[in-house]
């Protein structure tokens, strides 16, 4: 059985920094590309960042330069560091998995975690 569990969200102020993880069993994590999706309020979930097996990053674009991916394939855990956090950052955060990196391209993973809250307040 597949199980991505998330912890580290919270609250905090415009300019803070928080910091995600994620934990995987039931994968070869290391054959997988991981990565962090959020979806706020009334709109799509959208791809924050991912990083394949081999450690390729990628970023959307309203992170850039703020939030940073990372993995240990030794504990099984994908991290992502935010920081200078905006209100707009708000959502809930997914980590997911998947062997094939391209389905983080407009696609949909095949294994989710079930979320959890950033809440960036002004």
């Known amino acids: 059985q597949v199980q991505l569990v998330e912890s580290g969200g919270g609250l905090v102020q415009a300019g803070g920094s928080l910091g995600l993880s994620c934990g995987a069993s039931g994968i070869i994590f290391s054959l997988n590309t991981m990565g962090w999706y959020r979806q706020a309020p009334g709109k799509q979930r959208e791809l924050v960042a991912a990083?394949?097996?081999?450690?390729?990053?990628n970023y959307a674009d309203s992170v850039k330069g703020r939030f940073t991916i990372s993995r240990d394939n030794v504990k099984r855990t994908v991290y992502l560091q935010m920081n200078s956090l905006k209100p707009e950052d708000t959502a809930i955060y997914y980590c997911?998995?998947?062997?094939?990196?391209?389905?983080?391209?407009?696609?949909?993973?095949?294994?989710w975690g079930q979320g959890t809250q950033v809440t960036v307040s002004s």
């Open positions: 997911a998995a998947d062997v094939r990196s391209q389905v983080f391209q407009g696609g949909s993973p095949a294994y």
């Open positions: 990083i394949t097996s081999s450690s390729s990053t």
